[in-house]
């Protein structure tokens, strides 16, 4: 028996191990700008409805993360990589200890620490977490919706208490990235009641509250934002959107038929264990159908998202919360061998949790000379603070720095002049001095008379690690 005191400290020490060395030494990299930027934007502009990239409404995802980076940004009074990646770790962090308080009661002590560690030391929860992506966010939102239903289920809660908070966990995933979690959440929720058979809680009153409050949470956001920025525009590019993945606009032979196997990759090293699920494993018959239930819910949505045409393999990785709780089932079990096809042996108790503390202990010292020793050199690799800083070289901080149309550029993270953004020439003001833009908006830049009898000269051109390039002015 393990108390409630060692299971938060084993998950508390594992996620400090892993998740906190070095996460805010390497420049931002990705998507990550796209979630770093608008927060910024919304501190100095004060408007935390709209989203914007590069002076540009963003229309891609919901601002949740967003918020989150903004709220960081405030509480530490720091705006840097360290404060940035802080809320996803921290949700991540938010299921481990939701495995090992809330599903204690269901899972049983041992179990439910053990789907904590799980959670905590999966290949692609660790690379998530120490990104600010929304994955780590949308997919802990979504696991916590799982774990809390799953648990409150199983102890047979009232059915208020199994949905509502399952239902705000699920509003606020879609205020992170959108409904495909609604996927994952009711493959879990039709698995449990069909093998159950107790539909009726389907049709519980509870539910149909739980839906509008979900629908609520995100109904709250997006209809002053479409207001803010017209209904019809904001349907269009949602329309878009969503359309575009499910046709497959991007759709790649050569990638899409290794999405399950990298989608695999992401429960690394548990995938290997996979094998043990076997349901005449488990003594009582509701146990079986919980892992019948739990197989089929995991599986389906996993093969459904990742056989889409467009589909990457993060985009199923909601499936890793179930697949923590099923492999933690299975190996808190009295009796357990591996199957006949991998030899039979037997394996016990004993053996699978200094297998489990082996793991965990392996991952964090893999992630500590991660930090430790490959870090440095990364940060040596990288080249958007060396072009921030020939920028700033340039540009003093007492000017204000005009950016034309720019799009989505990291660099605008570390300059330390005061950005300004213009959709158009004539945005730009007439005692405006230096200028960014992207090299396709040169030539007008260079032969316009907008600033008569100033003129633009060509200043610096920098190119980051995506192949894309800004070029500085100064009018002069």
């Not at 990288?382 to 149309?405: F, G, H």
């Amino acid at each position: 028996m393990i108390s409630r005191v060692q299971s938060l400290s084993v998950v508390l020490l594992i996620w400090a191990a892993v998740y906190l060395p070095r996460l805010g030494s390497l420049p931002i990299k990705g998507e990550e700008g796209r979630r770093i930027l608008p927060a910024i934007s919304m501190i100095e502009t004060r408007n935390y409805l709209v989203p914007q990239v590069g002076g540009e409404s963003y229309f891609s995802k919901p601002p949740l993360i967003n918020w989150l980076v903004a709220a960081s940004f405030k509480i530490f009074r720091q705006r840097n990589e360290w404060t940035a990646r802080l809320p996803s770790a921290l949700s991540v962090l938010a299921v481990a200890l939701a495995f090992v308080t809330v599903a204690r009661a269901s899972l049983r002590p041992v179990a439910s620490t053990t789907a904590g560690v799980i959670w905590l030391t999966s290949a692609g929860i660790v690379e998530k977490g120490r990104l600010i992506e929304i994955e780590a966010l949308y997919v802990s939102l979504c696991a916590l919706a799982i774990v809390f239903w799953l648990s409150f289920w199983e102890q047979q809660k009232s059915p208020w208490i199994t949905w509502i908070p399952a239902s705000i966990f699920l509003g606020l995933g879609w205020l992170a990235k959108g409904p495909v979690h609604l996927v994952f959440f009711y493959a879990i929720v039709f698995a449990v009641l069909w093998q159950s058979k107790n539909w009726h809680l389907l049709f519980h009153p509870a539910h149909f509250v739980g839906i509008l409050l979900m629908v609520g949470i995100f109904a709250a956001w997006a209809i002053p934002f479409a207001q803010a920025i017209g209904s019809a525009l904001t349907a269009a590019k949602w329309s878009r959107q969503f359309t575009g993945r499910l046709q497959g606009n991007d759709f790649k032979f050569s990638s899409w038929m290794w999405n399950i196997p990298r989608g695999l990759v992401y429960f690394l090293p548990w995938t290997a264990l996979l094998p043990l699920v076997r349901f005449c494993i488990f003594r009582e018959e509701k146990d079986r159908a919980l892992a019948r239930a739990l197989v089929w819910g995991a599986v389906v949505p996993f093969a459904l998202i990742n056989l889409l045409p467009g589909s990457l393999p993060r985009y199923a990785m909601p499936a890793i919360a179930p697949a923590c709780w099923l492999l933690a089932m299975t190996l808190s079990q009295p009796a357990l061998s591996w199957p006949r096809w991998l030899g039979e042996k037997s394996f016990s108790l004993p053996q699978r949790q200094r297998m489990i503390a082996a793991i965990a202990i392996i991952v964090a010292v893999v992630m500590n000379v991660y930090a430790l020793g490959i870090v440095p050199k990364l940060q040596q690799r990288q080249n958007v603070k060396r072009l921030a800083a020939q920028i700033d070289e340039i540009v003093p901080r007492s000017q204000p720095l005009y950016a034309l149309d720019p799009d989505y550029q990291p660099i605008f993270f570390y300059l330390h002049a005061r950005l300004i953004y213009a959709n158009e020439l004539r945005d730009v003001p007439d005692d405006a001095v230096y200028l960014l833009a992207r090299p396709d908006r040169e030539e007008d830049i260079l032969n316009t008379d907008r600033w008569m009898p100033r003129r633009a000269h060509f200043v610096l051109k920098v190119t980051d690690y995506r192949k894309q390039s800004v070029v500085l002015f100064k009018l002069e």
